[in-house]
């Protein structure tokens, strides 16, 4: 997503208020962002505490202001200037973390990022996006820009079928149509599910939704999910990211707050992040049962 990352920000860059920070990464990607933005385009070094600061200073004078970086040192070595000088000032500082969840798999446990949301979620006025497709980009940019509050940009690969239609940008949208249980997925790791749940038969088949926007204080389920859920039928969660602080346990308490009794409840997360031994980001989604053929296992026996 960091050529699409580009080309949107590339866009927008006609605004002179717009400042770009880099901690010293998105090299051979963001080469036009620096190109078209000149002294708006910052690098900060290997020195994200600061950056992060730095972003904050220009925020509060009323730049809007992006910082971007891997995952891992976007959100977690600057965490407490983060949650001081960004969230506690309620400044709109858009942080950019690229190869989120198992995104850098054979670099091993440092370079993951599967509590990245779930810690950025605690802190006051934070939102996160999830963009799960490549086309989803401007829409994450348009509506994050358009925010008064901090965020938190998690990119990883589209990665739907050959020939799937990708539908408009929205914070939820539903993928697939069946009589079966319900199945949400954060961002990009839906597309890894989308050809083997269309085989199945519409008796089978979930209702299939993606979510791109989170927490749902701020983007609540459709009335659509809401009457799919209330059904009984089940539902299933499937994020790469463990399994405190994410979209199944927030769900699973708006859910006790609502009353809506939604059935047998499912989670698929990130189990762990040492492994015996590292692979590939679908090798480790593998192992923590993110893979295809353990959300088939769920559809067809967790009803």
């Known amino acids: 997503m960091r050529k699409q990352l580009c080309d949107g920000l590339v866009a927008r860059a006609s605004n002179p208020e717009m400042v770009f ?21 910052i690098n900060a070094g290997v020195a994200e505490q600061n950056m992060v600061t730095v972003a904050a200073a220009m925020a509060r ?9 891997i995952a891992p040192f976007c959100y977690a070595r600057p965490f407490e200037q983060i949650r001081n000088d960004v969230a506690f000032h309620r400044l709109p500082v858009k942080l950019i973390g690229n190869g989120g969840g198992y995104g850098y798999g054979v670099m091993g446990p440092t370079h993951h990022a599967i509590e990245d949301y779930g810690v ?9 996006y999830i963009p799960a497709f490549d086309e989803d980009i401007d829409g994450v940019l348009d509506n994050a820009a358009a925010s008064a509050d901090p ?21 939820w949208r539903q993928l697939l149509a069946g009589e079966g249980m319900t199945v949400i ?14 085989e199945l038969p519409e008796t089978q088949r979930p209702n299939l939704w993606v979510v791109t926007e989170l927490p749902l204080a701020t983007n609540e ?9 209330a059904s009984g039928r089940g539902v299933c969660i499937a994020e790469e990211h463990v399994r405190r602080g994410g979209l199944g ?14 059935g047998p409840f499912h989670h698929l997360h990130a189990i762990a992040h ?3 031994t590292y692979g590939s980001q679908n090798f480790l989604r593998k192992q923590s049962g993110l893979d295809p053929a353990s959300l088939l296992t769920t559809v067809a026996h967790g009803s």
Do not use: C, N
């Open 21 to 41: 920070l880099t901690g010293d990464l998105g090299f051979m990607a963001l080469e036009p962002l620096q190109q078209t933005l000149g002294s708006r385009f």
């Open 274 to 276: 040492h492994y015996a």
């Open 221 to 229: 389920p459709p009335p659509a999910l809401l009457k799919q859920l």
């Open 151 to 171: 965020a938190y940009i998690r990119l990883g690969r589209g990665e739907p079928p050959p020939g799937f239609p990708v539908p408009a940008y929205s914070p």
């Open 185 to 198: 997925v954060v961002g990009p790791l839906v597309g890894t599910y989308l050809a083997s749940l269309q």
């Open 120 to 128: 950025l979620l605690t802190l006051p006025h934070m939102r996160a």
């Open 61 to 69: 004078e009323g730049l809007e202001t992006w910082a971007y970086s």
């Open 249 to 262: 346990s927030e769900l699973a308490l708006y859910l006790l707050e609502q009353g809506i009794q939604p």
